[in-house]
Every structure is written in C-alpha cells, then in structure tokens.
Antibody
Framework: EVQLVQSGAEVKRAGESLKISCKTS????????IGWVRQVPGKGLEWMGIVYPADSDTRYSPSFQGQATISANRSTNTAYLQWSSLKASDTAIYYC??????????????WGTGTTVTVSS | QSALTQPASVSGSLGQSTTMSCTGT?????????VSWYQHLPGKAPKLIIYDVSVRPSGVSNRFSGSKSGNTASLTISGLRTEDEADYYCSIYISNSPPVLFGGGTKLTV
C-alpha cells in the first residue's frame, strides 16, 4: 500500500527554523516526484514545489522560491520541507503528495495527512 | 491569485446533479489535457477524483465525471449525497513555471 506519513503539528515562533517530514512507503520513492502543497487557514491549495529523489532535482513555484527548501533522503524514503527563519505568514497546513505517473507531474494521486504549522509573532 | 478560476461556491439538492467549472487561459486548459480534480473534506487529505480531464481513479464513484471544452474544464457530480459536501479544486500540469497550478477551489453545499 502506498503511504505518505507526515510529521506532527508544530508550534514555533517567528524567526525559528523548522523541518517537517513526509515518510513514504509502498512504492519506488526515487522515481516519483514528491510535491508540497500549502493551505493557509481559510484559503485554497497552493502548489509549492517538488523534489525528484533519484537525483534530488528540485523545482519551486515562483511564489515560494527562496521561502522554503524542499529535499529528499533516498535512504529513508523521506521528503522534507524546511524553513530557516519562519514568519507568521507561514502558518498553514502543509501536505506532501506523490505526483503520478512515475517521473511525471500530471497529477497527485496519494497525499499525506498534512502537517499543521503555527507560527506566532 | 490563481490562473485557474473556479466559482467560490455551488449548491445542489440531494439526488440531483451539479456542475462546477474551472476556467483557464488559452495557454493552459485549452492546450493541455492534464486537468485533475481533487475533493477536500475538512480535516482530511485532498483526494484525487478525476485526472487527465475525465479519468476516474480506481475506487472513485462513477457519480463523478470530468470534461473540457475550450478554456474551461468541468466537474459534474450526479446523485448528490450529503457526503459530497466538500471543497473541490481543479489543477493542471503545464510545461511552464510553475508546472502545476490549482484553481481557487469551489465549496459544494448539498
């Protein structure tokens, strides 16, 4: 069974760093793009960016370039989203999702349950 | 702002059908067939219900159907049930930057 299990909720202060995870199982992690999607409270879904674990290729939406860093660890089949200095505006639910089909970005067929990040100013 | 425009809300009665739209520009929805739809229930992970404009993933009810005409993709839900109340997002994959776009979402009330 394909699964994406995300790390738990985080409460941070502005300026702190954070790294959230998305541990996957049940598929060839290295050969699928893994994406991150943000949902600010009361707002819609926003595609942030992706990582291709086979070669760590990463791509970002222009809206999120430089705001956070996406990475992956092939040895643990885990993708990550991290911030070096959080802002109150980073408060949101963050979802990881597997892009499908293999090696492509056509859709996101399996999603993690989401990680709630709350940043106080 | 979303490059894909969805109505903020639609409604329908139990057992009836409803259709929601997703309007893009001539450089995305019209030219690409990688339109997907996601159902997002409160507190849950989004769920893929339609991909490649009109294909249902295994296990998704045949009450959900997708189509496209020109710059507009549509999701139709027939035989509405209370459990269909959710937010619905369209998305498209294009060979551009960013390669994936979401619409603003439509809240369905049954």
């Amino acid at each position: 069974e394909v699964q994406l299990v995300q790390s738990g909720a985080e409460v941070k202060r502005a300026g702190e760093s954070l790294k959230i995870s998305c541990k996957t199982s049940g598929f060839d992690f290295a050969r699928y793009w893994i994406g991150w999607v943000r949902q600010v409270p009361g707002k819609g879904l926003e595609w942030m960016g992706i990582v291709y674990p086979a070669d760590s290729d990463t791509r970002y939406s222009p809206s999120f370039q430089g705001q956070a860093t996406i990475s992956a660890n092939r040895s643990t089949n885990t993708a990550y989203l991290q911030w070096s200095s959080l802002k109150a505006s980073d408060t949101a639910i963050y979802y990881c999702a597997r892009h499908y089909p293999k090696g492509s970005l056509q859709n996101m067929d399996v999603w993690g349950t989401g990680t709630t990040v709350t940043v106080s100013s | 702002q979303s490059a894909l425009t969805q109505p903020a809300s639609v409604s329908g009665s139990l057992g009836q059908s409803t259709t929601m739209s997703c309007t893009g520009t001539s450089s995305d929805v019209r030219d690409y067939d990688y339109v997907s739809w996601y159902q997002h229930l409160p507190g849950k992970a989004p769920k893929l219900i339609i991909y490649d404009v009109s294909v249902r993933p295994s296990g998704v009810s045949n009450r959900f159907s997708g189509s496209k005409s020109g710059n507009t993709a549509s999701l139709t839900i027939s035989g509405l049930r209370t459990e269909d109340e959710a937010d619905y997002y369209c998305s498209i994959y294009i060979s551009n930057s960013p390669p994936v776009l979401f619409g603003g979402g439509t809240k369905l009330t049954v």
